[in-house]
């Protein structure tokens, strides 16, 4: 069977060309690309698609104003001007929802709930691949990403999850990216220095 990649200006919006930004153009974006954009990231794999993610995406001034004091005074300004912040959750009961979504005939939540321990390193590793795929879908359908882990978790819990069972993981900003960004791509590692061919 041949490989077929998608075209290299689609590799390109996703990838090689895409960066991360912290400046942003005043553009709104339509409030139907949410749900577009979790329609995608909800398709990513996760184990026994367990599917911990939930999405809290702040786009009104008001939020804004609930949202940026959590935020880490570097990442402060970078956020204030984009159109569209997601808060990436995580579900601390995210194991109620499985037999729901692999129903496989009997209790595959026992794989996960072997001590509190497992129930949040499986939550929070899912959480963090659904975050990656939020990014991917977010660029394949033509906005800039910004993600941010600097911000006081427990503040933006106490902001906006106090009703809910969620754990805020990551920030990603959404929007168009104000300019190009001028200053290069930081290295990566090598593929001789990061991967292994066994
Ligand atoms: C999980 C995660 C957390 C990050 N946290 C911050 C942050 O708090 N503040 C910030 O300015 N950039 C943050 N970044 C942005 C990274 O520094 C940036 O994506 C990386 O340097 C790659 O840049 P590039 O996409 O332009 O190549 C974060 C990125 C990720 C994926």
């Known amino acids: 069977m ?23 153009s005043p553009t709104p974006i339509p409030m139907s690309i949410f749900a577009d954009l979790y329609e995608l990231a909800r398709l ?13 995406f ?14 880490s005074r570097g990442n402060l300004k970078k956020a204030a001007s984009a159109p569209a912040i997601a808060i990436v959750a995580q579900d601390r009961n995210y194991l109620d929802r ?8 009997y209790d595959a ?13 499986h939550g929070e590793r899912n959480t963090m691949l659904q975050a990656a795929y939020l990014i991917v879908a977010a660029r394949a359908l033509g906005l800039d990403c910004g993600p941010m882990s600097g911000f006081d978790r427990d503040a933006v819990n106490a902001a906006f999850f106090t ?8 920030l990603v900003s959404l929007g ?13 590692l090598s593929a001789e220095e990061a991967c292994r061919f066994l």
Request: net charge positive.
């Open 176 to 188: 168009h990216g104000a300019e190009p960004i001028r200053e290069p791509r930081k290295p990566r």
């Open 98 to 105: 499985l037999p729901e979504l692999f129903p496989v005939g």
């Open 163 to 170: 009703e809910l069972p969620w754990d805020a993981k990551l």
């Open 2 to 24: 041949t490989i077929q990649p998608i075209a290299d200006e689609a590799l390109a919006q996703i990838f090689t060309r895409a960066r991360t930004h912290s400046v942003w």
């Open 44 to 56: 990513g794999p996760t184990s026994a698609n367990c599917s911990p993610m939930r999405l809290a």
């Open 109 to 121: 939540r026992s794989w996960f709930n072997t001590s509190p321990d497992a129930v949040a390193v």
């Open 58 to 71: 702040v786009t009104t001034q008001a939020a804004k104003e609930r949202l940026l004091p959590a935020l």
